[in-house]
């Protein structure tokens, strides 16, 4: 509950700063500030179970350490992100205050979206999460190809929401106790009946949209690719992670006990996301773009949570969710320094800048599972809990081939920085300055020691 209420009034706070701030830089620090007083409340709210605030929300809420853990993840990872780009947000426009409003309001809907315990506060979670990130991602206005992602993004949101409301509609009208509550769904374990099908399926196709699962996937290259770098980072890590998180809990409390009559359609889209994702992200040569459809591709991996929905599925998400999310973070702030974004901008990297190098090769390595990362921690649980699972061993098999294909895209990059030598000066925005270097260097460090002592993450959920 903790990091509800602060989120919401940090973003009253930051809008009121672009307002009556006139500096640029001020509104930064105000954030960080915000996020870090976030990231303490909620964990003491983890450590000690006690909240700040005392609201009665009539059960619609809950609170857990499985959430919290999730919440506190969720926050770090943008404290992190703030650390690492905050100065680049100062440059994709004016607003800056607004822009950092927008961002603790998405916090906000994440948090719901960690916390929900009814179908329409999952609703509003995703909506207060859903459109700030249409307006950041038409924040820089000048830009055709961000206003083209901004309009793609709205419509596709809009769409995948209304299908949302459907199957909510559907999964009310079916219950025999005419409930929202995830809880009281009472799916049984017989045969499913015809409303509570239709509604499943439809809070299916819409979550699918809104964690870019395919086939639901094609708006999320265009829109990560036109929208401002800095907030392509943010959008596809914490945000995506939320989504999973929230696609998990409903489906593990509403329609848990019928796993298995829903099951074969998960796995058909875990495929289907996996081959997608890497097999395209194969023949891109911008690396943006690249980290788009690999961003899909991860989503297959995160799938493999809702195919086996056990505690071990439980563990690697909330580790697939740090780890992802400090790769992706980390390799998105590199990216944001380079002038160009195709891989030959890439090219002896290593040579002029060294720090980035090496830091950048972690966070791949990270993304692609190699052991000593928490990548490879988070690949592993996931892997784990579909083997417990017991049934479709096929499906295990077909995600570690499909892991190894994305090694190749990844390692083209570290190939470019490496062993390339460039044709013309790889170009940067500016001088990179040594906090960002000594930042980058903490984040590679936390890849690591997380990689090696998972437990530090997942003991939080048995706390």
């Given amino acids: 509950m903790n990091a509800i209420i602060l989120t919401a009034i940090w973003g009253v706070v930051m809008m009121f700063s672009g307002v009556f701030v006139k500096s640029k830089s001020v509104p930064k620090y105000l954030a960080i500030l915000g996020i870090a007083i976030a990231f303490i409340a909620n964990g003491i709210e983890l450590n000690s179970g006690n909240s700040w605030f005392t609201i009665n929300v009539h059960g619609m809420l809950a609170t857990n350490s499985f959430n919290l853990t999730f919440i506190a993840i969720a926050l770090g990872s943008t404290l992190i992100y703030f650390l690492l780009s905050a100065a680049d947000v100062e440059r994709t426009g004016k607003h800056v205050g607004e822009y950092f409003a927008l961002i603790f309001f998405v916090l906000c809907g ?64 079916g219950t025999p106790n005419a409930s929202f509550f995830i809880d009281n769904i009472q799916a049984g374990t017989g045969k499913m009946p015809v409303m509570i099908a239709i509604g499943m399926l439809l809070l299916m196709v819409s979550m699918s949209f809104k964690v870019s699962a395919a086939p639901f996937h094609f708006w999320t290259p265009d829109v990560y690719d036109g929208a401002p770098t800095v907030f392509t980072s943010f959008m596809s890590t914490i945000v995506k992670v939320a989504g999973f998180f929230a696609f998990v809990r409903l489906f593990e409390s509403a329609f848990g006990t019928m796993h298995l009559q829903w099951q074969k359609l998960i796995i058909i889209i875990t495929i289907a996301t996996l081959l997608i994702g890497n097999v395209t992200a194969v023949f891109q040569q911008s690396v943006k773009r690249m980290l788009a459809y690999s961003s899909i591709a991860q989503a297959g991996f995160m799938l493999l949570a809702l195919f086996a929905l056990n505690d071990k599925a439980r563990e690697g998400l ?146």
Wanted: overall charge positive; aromatic content about 16%.
């Fill in 110 to 173: 994440v948090s719901l979206c960690a916390t929900y315990k009814t179908l329409l506060m999952l609703f509003i979670g995703i909506e207060i999460m859903s459109i700030p990130l249409y307006i950041l991602t038409g924040s820089d206005k000048r830009n055709l190809r961000s206003n083209e992602a901004a309009l793609k993004y709205f419509l596709m949101g809009c769409f995948s929401t209304g299908i949302m409301l459907m199957g909510i509609a559907f999964i009310y009208g």
């Fill in 318 to 463: 909330l580790l697939y969710s740090a780890g992802y999310s400090l790769a992706t973070v980390g390799i998105f702030a590199v990216l944001i320094k380079m002038e160009d974004y195709t891989i030959d901008g890439f090219k002896g990297l290593a040579k002029q800048q060294p720090v980035l190098a090496l830091t950048a090769t972690v966070f791949l390595l990270s993304l692609t599972g190699i052991p000593l990362t928490i990548g490879f921690q988070s690949k592993f649980y996931m892997l784990m809990a579909a083997v417990e699972n017991g049934s479709n061993f096929w499906v295990v098999i077909v995600a570690v081939l499909f892991a190894a294909i994305s090694a190749y895209y990844y390692f083209r990059v570290i190939q470019a920085m490496y062993f390339k030598e460039p044709t013309q000066e790889t170009l940067l925005v500016s001088n990179i300055s040594t906090p960002f270097k000594i930042m980058l260097v903490i984040v590679a460090v936390l890849i690591i020691a997380f990689g090696i002592y998972p437990e530090f993450i997942i003991g939080w959920k048995y706390h």
